[in-house]
């Protein structure tokens, strides 16, 4: 067991060996949850919300759409403006 301690940020280090055994990279992300009186620190991963594609198409519309300022609220609002610009 290493001991570690939390610094101003609320922030520790995590041992090398829990890193090299875990094969933990930089910039992993974490499920942090109290079970009892543990830490549990779960890796994640994150798949993106959208495509390259769709990231292509969403950037496509805002350049056609950017002159015209329509206000939208979000939800079923901008659902249905995305739908009818988008037909």
């Known amino acids: 067991m290493t001991i570690t301690k ?3 940020k609320n922030q520790i280090t995590m041992p ?3 890193v090299k055994r875990l094969n933990l990279k930089p910039e992993e992300l974490f499920c942090v949850d109290v079970e009892d009186n ?3 620190l779960i890796p994640v991963d994150v798949e993106p919300r959208y495509t390259t594609e769709e990231l292509q ?3 496509h519309i805002v350049q056609e759409q950017k002159d ?3 206000v939208v609220k979000p939800g079923k609002e901008f659902s249905s403006y995305i739908k009818k610009i988008t037909k």
């Open 57 to 59: 198409v969403i950037e």
């Open 16 to 18: 090398k060996e829990v």
């Open 6 to 8: 939390l610094k101003a």
């Open 68 to 70: 015209k300022a329509k």
């Open 38 to 40: 543990y830490i549990k």
